[in-house]
């Protein structure tokens, strides 16, 4: 049928493994194919919306995993592996067309931020997106896990228990992480704009 | 990691937990004396506490991905080339577009829909509505003209475009006094109105869909878009999830409700639009911008007096949406000179008309826009308003709201209990005066009916099971609409609105492929409606709209009557409407639609004709149809719609030269229509219905071909059909013709994998009667190609088709199956035949083979004469019977 998944593009199971014992080239042959499912699977659930579906990056995820794997060879280090790798995809893909967007409308140029956007209903505003993706890189200089816990959870999806998976550490710490790393990146964005 | 961003995290964590005092020493406490920490420490404590819902959902929103296709400027949708973004919105994008075979000047706006709506269901509604949309034509509404997909699948609608600016924008520029914007809304009012009487509802009034051109005309645009692009009642929640489709503040309480838009929704969103051009902000005061919090407005508080809300604009910093000190603009821009007096001129009749019409219960608005507009006209004529205020009493009731009822699809045998609901309330007012009451329950009954054909109907009909429900509906709706066509005769616009809704109901019983199959009943509709616009188009003949909908109306009867086998009444209404046409074309030859109306008609009439067996009137039907389309001027007959018609024209011309023999002459008409399907395809390779069409003309070119026996054309045109679309039908024809090319050897593996594409269809739903035929059809041509390459399986498939025959059970009135069977038979009779001919054969096995192929023969005979007794054949296969015949006598002559 039509829609179906196409078989599992053969090798990506091989490659995470690859990747999982040192392989960094590995990473490199399998991150467009993890894009591009993820690519497809965001079309495809968005085709569905309406159906009472809201778009959520755990199910996406998750589902690029089930899609692109071979589940018999991977094992459970191999998925929180590849969660971890997705939601970093999740954001490129997000910034890249957030950015793409402002430059189109804007003529080139982020614009100062204003946090007031940040609740708007309709999606979220993609000066916002850049903005934060300033902050997040900042924040991953000074402290690479927090960086790495606001990507997964902000981007990926994923709950407090998979990102204590994937982070090795336990499930407290990525909470404070978390609350720490919000705080931080909110006081930037906002205080960026009022302060200095 | 430093030393110093390790504290500053611990010290973080720790205090988070706490609040206030106890906090605020901890804080100072862990900091030891670091002055600059603890002011760092302190900043994020505070930025955390004001954080909110920053980040606390995740980055991925519905229209972040949605919008990654784009950048459509310069190519091609469709046969329209777009040109540039106009703007951008909820449901995708609307592009400046001109026609890429630059045969029109005309620019037109495209809308393209973006992903995430669904596109197949739109497409399914869009071709639903499209007839009844493109159907508008008032001076204030922007044409719907085309619709279709991208390659990819996204839907478009392809609209007249309009210069011009919203209405609000207009107003203001132009400084348009009160009585100036009044006039202007009637003009809107008067489109929405006959958007209404064909039972089209808006759904989405706002000022962004009404553009006043520079001349002063407003235009509405996109009507029933919002109907085709969002079935169903969950309108606010996919507010939520990101596709806005409706635009709160000037949405109805049912719709943010999720409930069913209606006519009365758009007496509400028109009643918005006016307020706001009067006092220049939105009727409710929202806590905040949120979706949630106008919605919130909408449904739960009253809207303030607009004569206060002058008032109330003059200071509000906290207004909605572009509108702060609004009061002195107002005053300014309608030259009302100070805000009395605009408060005055405000307070009384447009107070009470603008609360008429935002009341928050359907029922208790204006019963139509005629009467809202009614009252804004008496208005301005200084005559007294029909319109009262609330009393006191029901103002102080209402807030204890009622229970809601969702309308969840399951629920919704529940719909059906809606009338007797409504009936009920009617009694109940019995105690009123008569004048009041009956214009009352005319209002109701009208706006039930509506209601249940429309949008109940509408909403239920993909759903399984909703059989039962949408005859019932059907029936409710019928009996409304009987109980008002006896009441109320004279109004036109009423009159008109029933023949619609009469039509509207015929169409569901069984007009539409997709109806209840009661063509019944679809006649007995159709017929009413067809009184009604008999009886107006007698007091006015003039009025080419009577004329119009009397030949719609008759086609759609004609049709409905050919199913049924009726041809001589279908005759009667294809002349009918030909006889109102013609007149209407001769009277503006430059109206495409309306040749296009004619064309349909003169095409209905040749395929009645040649069915009834009268084949010269067919032709000549036909031959008129061709001078009717192909006496245009080139740029005219460019348009693809037209050159598909003409193709369509040969095509039928084709079937009566073949008809009367002249086999020639439809190889010609057939091979023109080829032509023309072709030019199409190869000029629109992205429609993929011209390539479907011109497969279906090389087909029938094919088989004049082959009835001509001229096994290898027609084999050429099967394998190109093969090659585009490798079906089991194209797999069938191939091999069908190989064998006739006395080349059973390469006509057995294409017979074999027709046979296993339908094998595998018919098992897969095993009542389809087609999927069935198909599989005797395939093996019955399969025994054929076996027997004559004396292949040893020919007898085994032979028998097992002769068994699938005699298990499958037909109606003996079921004409098509019963005839296909006919020429089943017949095929393996031959088939028979040709086994007993073979020289190897064994003189017992031989007469075996010929007493089968005698059977075969004689239950063709059978078959044919049987339908021929019943007159249930056309005249085109009488000949079939007279060869079947001399085959079983041939075969009783060889025993």
């Not at chain 1, 979220?124 to 934060?132: G, H, N, W």
Request: proline share 4%; charged share 25%; aromatic share 6%.
């Amino acid at each position: 049928m039509a829609d179906q998944p196409q078989s599992a593009p053969d090798g990506v199971t091989q490659l995470l493994i690859a990747w999982s014992n040192g392989d960094k080239a590995a990473l490199d042959r399998m991150l467009p194919l993890v894009y591009e499912e993820l690519r497809r699977l965001a079309a495809h659930y968005l085709s569905r919306e309406r159906e009472g579906h809201t778009l959520q990056p755990t199910a996406l995820v998750h589902e690029a995993y089930l899609r692109l794997t071979d589940q018999r060879k991977a094992d459970w280090k191999n998925r929180a592996q590849f969660l971890g790798l997705a939601a970093g995809m999740m954001r490129r893909i997000l910034l890249n067309h957030a950015r793409d967007r402002v430059a189109k409308k804007r003529g080139g140029g982020a614009e100062q931020v204003s946090l007031s956007l940040v609740e708007s209903p309709s999606g979220r505003p993609d000066v916002e997106l850049i903005a934060l993706e300033d902050g997040l890189e900042r924040l991953a200089a000074l402290d690479p896990r927090k960086g790495r816990v606001v990507e997964l959870k902000f981007f990926g999806g994923l709950t407090t228990e998979e990102i204590a998976e994937v982070l090795e550490v336990s499930a407290a710490t990525v909470e404070r992480d978390w609350t720490f790393a919000r705080a931080w990146l909110y006081e930037m964005i906002e205080g960026g704009e009022a302060g200095q | 990691m430093a030393e110093r961003w390790q504290r500053l995290t611990q010290i973080f964590d720790a205090a988070v937990v706490l609040a206030g005092e106890e906090r605020c020493a901890l804080v100072g406490r862990l900091s030891a004396g670091d002055a600059e920490l603890q002011a760092e420490v302190e900043r994020l404590l505070a930025a955390h506490d004001r954080a909110g819902s920053f980040m606390a959902s995740p980055a991925i929103s519905g229209e972040a991905l949605a919008e990654i296709e784009d950048a459509w400027t310069g190519k091609l949708i469709g046969s329209y080339r777009v040109v540039r973004e106009l703007g951008r919105g909820g449901m995708g994008a609307v592009y400046l577009a001109e026609r890429a075979d630059g045969q029109y000047e005309q620019r037109l706006a495209l809308k393209l829909i973006k992903r995430g709506m669904d596109s197949e269901q739109v497409l399914a509604r869009f071709r639903a509505e499209r007839q009844i949309l493109a159907s508008l034509d008032h001076p204030n509404i922007a044409r719907l003209l085309d619709g279709g997909t991208t390659p990819d699948g996204l839907p478009y609608f392809v609209m007249e475009h309009i210069e011009g600016r919203p209405i609000d924008e207009y107003a203001d520029a132009h400084r348009l006094s009160v009585s100036a914007r009044l006039e202007l809304i009637l003009q809107v009012c008067a489109a929405v109105s006959y958007a209404h009487q064909h039972l089209v509802v808006h759904r989405d009034i706002k000022p962004l869909n009404i553009l006043v051109t520079g001349g002063g005309v407003p235009k509405l645009l996109d009507f029933g878009i919002a109907k085709v692009l969002h079935e169903g009642g969950d309108e606010l929640t996919s507010t939520v999830t990101g596709f806005r489709l409706l635009t709160p503040e000037y949405a109805s309480p049912e719709q943010v409700d999720g409930r069913h838009a209606t006519t009365a929704s758009d007496v509400y969103s028109l009643g918005v639009v006016l307020y706001e051009l009067l006092t220049g902000r939105s009727p409710y005061r929202p806590k905040g911008g949120a979706i949630q919090d106008i919605a919130t407005a909408v449904s739960t508080t009253e809207p303030d007096r607009p004569s206060t809300a002058v008032d109330h604009a003059a200071g509000a910093s906290n207004a909605p949406r572009r509108r702060a000190g609004v009061a002195a603009d107002r005053v300014a821009a309608t030259g009302s000179g100070s805000v009395e007096k605009l408060r005055r001129r405000l307070r009384g009749d447009l107070d009470t008309i603008l609360l008429t019409a935002l009341r928050k219960e359907p029922q208790r608005r204006y019963a139509s826009v005629e009467q809202f507009a009614g009252d804004i006209r008496r208005h301005l004529d200084g005559l007294p308003v029909t319109a009262r205020p609330d009393t006191f009493r029901y103002r102080a009731g209402k807030f204890t709201r009622r229970n809601r009822v969702p309308l969840a699809a399951g629920a919704l045998v529940a719909l059906a209990l809606v009338a007797g609901t409504v009936a009920t309330a009617w009694q109940a007012r019995e105690a009123r005066a008569a004048q009041v009451r009956a214009e009352r329950r005319f209002a109701d009954v009208r706006r039930l009916a509506n209601a249940l054909l429309f949008d109940y109907h509408d909403a239920i009909k993909d759903l399984r099971g909703a059989t039962p429900v949408r005859e019932r509906l059907v029936r409710d709706a019928l009996s409304y609409l009987d109980g008002l066509a006896t009441e109320q005769a004279g109004d036109p616009a009423l009159q008109r609105e029933l023949a619609s809704a009469y039509r509207r109901v015929g169409d569901v019983q069984g007009g539409d492929p997709k109806g209840l199959g009661d063509s019944e009943g679809a006649v007995a509709s159709y017929t009413k409606a067809l009184g009604i616009l008999e009886a107006l188009y007698r007091a006015d003949s003039t009025d080419t709209r009577n004329r119009r909908e009397l030949a719609g109306l008759a086609m759609a009867l004609g049709t409905v009557v050919w199913e049924r086998g009726d041809l001589s009444t279908g005759l009667a209404h294809g002349r009918r409407a030909r006889d109102m046409l013609e007149p209407l074309v001769a009277a503006s030859p430059g109206d495409t639609d309306q040749r296009l109306q004619l064309h349909a008609a003169y095409d209905l009439l040749g395929q009645l004709s040649l069915e009834a067996g009268q084949i010269a009137e067919a032709m000549e039907f036909h031959r008129l149809d061709l001078k009717l389309l192909e006496s245009r001027p080139a740029a005219e007959r460019a348009q693809p719609r037209l050159r598909h018609a003409i193709s369509v024209v040969y095509g039928h011309l084709a079937d009566a030269q073949a008809e009367a023999d002249d086999q020639p002459g439809a190889l010609e008409s057939r091979r023109r229509s080829l032509e023309l399907r072709e030019a199409l395809a190869a000029e629109f390779p992205e429609n993929a219905e011209y390539e479907r069409i011109a497969q279906a003309a090389r087909y029938y070119l094919a088989s004049v071909l082959g009835r001509m026996k001229r096994w290898d054309e027609a084999l050429d045109l099967y394998r190109k059909n093969l090659a585009e679309d490798p079906s089991a039908f194209n797999e069938f024809r191939t091999g069908e013709a190989l064998r006739h090319l006395g080349r059973p050897a390469e006509a057995v593996p294409h017979l074999r994998r027709a046979l296993e594409l339908h094998t595998a269809a018919f098992r897969a739903d095993s009542g389809n009667l087609f999927d069935r035929l198909a599989v005797a059809g395939d093996q019955a041509e399969l025994c054929s190609a076996l027997a004559a390459l004396a292949r040893p399986d020919a007898r085994e498939t032979c028998a097992r088709t002769v068994a699938f025959i005699e298990a499958t059970a037909v109606e003996p009135t079921h004409a098509f199956p019963r005839a296909f069977f006919g020429g089943v038979w017949f095929a393996l009779g031959e088939a028979y035949d040709t086994l007993a001919a073979r020289a190897s054969v064994r003189p017992a096995e031989r007469r075996t083979h010929r007493l089968a192929a005698r059977d075969m023969y004689r239950r063709s005979v059978e078959i044919w004469t049987d339908l021929t007794a019943r007159k249930l054949v056309s005249p085109t296969d009488t000949f079939r019977l007279g060869a079947a015949a001399r085959a079983a006598e041939r075969a009783e002559a060889a025993l």
